[in-house]
């Protein structure tokens, strides 16, 4: 089979939570498109998955299981990728956890797992990256935040749009700082994407969600992925600090 070309030809590419959802589209259509694509994610048995159907398309990736709320592995992470790789051009954070409920429902192992993965891994996986990037003088990462970081929700829990919130303001702060070394830091606001980790919403909810986006249809894998994509490659090198909703005009800012 003839090797893939495409944007990312030459590239390395880690992508956390790459199991399923938003993670594995874009860790597929990354490999499609010529990256070497190191896939992590807690769950080991669909991350497999994913590495099937990127070799089976001619890509190239392997498989790192990780716990990226523990520094120690994140940083055993990193340290695999490059003995493996050479090293690593674009970070995806992508890994995360929705809870439901309202903020007298919030118990105390929600809180530290919810911060856990939405905060702190993020935080771990960029300071591992930081000095790789700095030392080549290139660097792309791509944060996944929500809608919920923005515009606050009461549809999950409170923590869920504060981890969020999060996200976007540590997405400005390392742009500052490591945009001296020609690195990029964005994120994306997705809205309604139907994922596993939005399986708890009905039909009817998610018709409700329909008829209150502009577009009138419900968030895709594709359609994030292919912003992500866009933010991971040299055509966006001028655009950094930024958070990009992606909903259909749900929220626009």
Known sequence: ?????????GKVALVTGAARGIGQRNALDMASEGAYVILSDIDEAPL???QAEIENNGGRCSL???DLTDPDQVSELIRETVAT??????LVNNAGYLPVGGIEDLDEATLVRTLGINVKAVLYCIREVAPIM?????????????????NGDNSSSPVYGASKGAVITLTRSIARELGPFNVNCNAVAPHAVMTDMMSYWDEERKQRAADAIPLKRLGTVEDISRLMMFLAADESSFITGETINING?????
Do not use: E, L, P
């Not at 790789?85 to 674009?90: M, N, P, R, S």
């Not at 290139?138 to 996944?144: E, L, R, S």
């Not at 005009?249 to 800012?253: C, F, L, P």
């Open 85 to 90: 790789a050479g090293t690593i051009d674009i």
């Open 249 to 253: 005009g749900y929220y626009m800012d």
């Open 1 to 9: 089979m003839a090797a893939i070309q495409g944007r990312f030809t």
């Open 64 to 66: 790192r299981r990780c």
């Open 134 to 150: 700095k030392s080549r003088q290139y660097g792309k990462i791509v944060n996944v935040a929500s809608i919920t970081g923005k």
């Open 48 to 50: 497999k998955t994913t």
